[in-house]
């Protein structure tokens, strides 16, 4: 597989670093005349904290934290040559995919031609083999005999993308998918800009060739490019969410274009599930980028209405996301998904899910599945999980995990059931902690000392 290294559910490269070390890295944000790496214009980054580089700017790969997957680095100041740009460029040029989009559109043509007993894929390669190849790949896993209805979902046979670091692709369980498009489509939309979720693409793809009365369509942007070799320029697009950045140029932007404006930008939303981890800013940029595509193409009508979206992510990024959306209210549905036991629903005994659907939909609008437990709040005006109380001196469902949380009057707030009021603090925590120390380990990324606000790995303006 001659693509670009894998991305990785906790994107952004420069965030290794700042968990390596002690030092912080902040995300200064996408910078005009940034240079590139294979996965388009990098990111500009600072180094806060102690040590001598201190406030030193510099620019690293926008899609992997891993340095194995993308190892781009340029400090901010520092000239490069001539010899040294020439052979960036030739690195770039050699860092994209063995096939084109559209060579691999002209694979999949004669791959469905083919007799089922000649149907195969590499296992190693994650490619689709035509017969001719399979000498190529003879000392590599296939998987034999690819039908029809697994064509139409790769994701069930592609590995998820794995990044030893934290994680990986999140597949949504079949629920949750079926949830969010019935959701959808009872919201009368007929088109889904679907930003990371694979899956939810190839549902929609899936019912609409089944053909029937179903109407809504899908476009994927996504950097996983395996996705290429199932789906036309009009289907996916090969894109950065962390820079707004089409592999395919102007062509692909335009395929994007054209999809939000028609008709006249009706019926349309974007639903993303990025990787969490930090860089909320460069996410936030591009989708106010998406977001401002689709109020060029509306022209008449849009007025001052954002694109309707759903931003699917961990509820404790909900002040993060806010800072950015406003409009933004958290739903409290939970978003389950196949390959991470972690995030399962509660209901069966498994952990909960902390991912939500952040929409600045009008949340009475958003209806969760009573046989799940949820249940509409009328002071709220929006439907809450079972465990979710209104307390009445905040006059808000205020549980964000699904449990029943308390209020506090020293805090003057609804603070978790396993809190206690601490007088040396001043604050409510848990009875376990050392008063002025943070005890719990870090929400992002797992260790003490910090809370996930402070936390290294997440970038800050
Ligand atoms: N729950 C979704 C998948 C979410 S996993 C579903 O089941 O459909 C995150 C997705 O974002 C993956 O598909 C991954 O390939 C994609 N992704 C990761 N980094 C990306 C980036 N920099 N730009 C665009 N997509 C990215
Ligand atoms: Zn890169
Ligand atoms: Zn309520
Ligand atoms: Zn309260
Ligand atoms: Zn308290």
Redesign the pocket.
């Known amino acids: 597989w001659g693509a670009p290294p894998a991305?990785?559910?906790a994107?952004g490269g420069a965030m290794a670093a700042g968990q390596a070390g002690q030092a912080g890295i902040a995300l200064v944000g996408p910078a005009a005349g940034a240079p590139s790496c294979p996965?388009g214009p990098a990111l500009l980054f600072v180094k806060t904290g102690r040590g001598k580089e201190e406030g030193r700017r510099f620019y690293a790969c926008?899609?992997c934290r891993d340095r194995k997957d993308c190892n781009f680095f340029q400090w901010e100041d520092e000239k490069v040559s001539e010899t040294r740009l020439a052979a960036r460029e030739e690195y770039n040029r050699n860092h994209q995919p063995t096939f084109t989009h559209r060579q691999n559109v002209e694979r999949y043509k004669k791959f469905v031609l083919l007799p089922l007993s000649k149907r195969r894929f590499c296992q190693e390669c994650q490619q689709l083999l035509l017969p001719a190849e399979w000498e190529e790949h003879s000392n590599h896993q296939f998987l034999c005999d690819i039908s029809t209805a697994q064509l139409k979902s790769p994701?069930q046979f592609l590995y998820p993308?794995e990044n030893k670091k934290t994680n990986a692709?999140?597949?949504?369980a079949d629920r949750s998918?079926q949830f969010l498009l019935n959701l959808l489509i009872d919201l009368g939309f007929s088109r889904v800009l679907?930003?990371?979720?694979?899956?939810?693409?190839e549902m929609i793809q899936s019912k609409a060739s089944q053909g029937e009365d179903f109407r809504v369509r899908s476009l994927l942007?996504?950097?996983?490019f395996r996705y290429s070799q199932f789906y036309t320029e009009d289907e996916f697009c090969h894109?950065?969410?962390?820079n707004h950045y089409f592999f395919g140029g102007e062509a692909a932007h335009e395929t994007c274009r054209k999809f939000l404006c028609e008709d006249n930008g009706e019926r349309v939303i974007l639903v993303t599930?990025?990787?969490f981890g930090g860089l909320v800013e460069a996410l936030a940029s591009s989708f106010k980028k998406l977001m401002a595509m689709w109020k060029e193409a509306g022209k008449e009508g849009q007025g001052n209405k954002e694109m309707p979206m759903f931003w699917?992510f961990p509820y404790f990024f909900e002040s993060r996301i806010l800072d950015f959306f406003p409009s933004f209210s958290m739903m409290d549905y939970q978003v389950d998904?196949d390959n991470h036991a972690l995030y399962k629903h509660g209901k069966t005994g498994r952990r909960q899910s902390p991912v939500r659907i952040f929409t600045n939909l009008t949340p009475s609008m958003i209806v969760l599945p009573a046989e799940e437990g949820y249940r509409f709040c009328t002071f709220c005006q929006r439907y809450v999980s079972s465990g979710n109380q209104h307390c009445e001196i905040c006059n808000s469902c205020t549980s964000k995990d699904g449990r029943r949380w308390k209020h506090c009057v020293l805090c003057k707030k609804c603070v978790k059931p396993s809190w206690f009021h601490c007088n040396s603090c001043n604050c409510c925590a848990l009875p376990s902690h050392s008063c002025e120390e943070t005890d719990s380990g870090c929400f992002v990324c797992g260790k003490a000392g910090h809370k996930r606000r402070a936390c290294p790995s997440l970038s800050s303006t």
Do not use: E, K
């Open positions: 991305p990785c559910r994107g996965h926008s899609a994701s993308l692709q999140y597949l949504f998918c679907s930003v990371g979720t694979p899956r939810l693409h942007l996504d950097i996983d894109y950065n969410m962390f599930d990025p990787p699917i998904y």
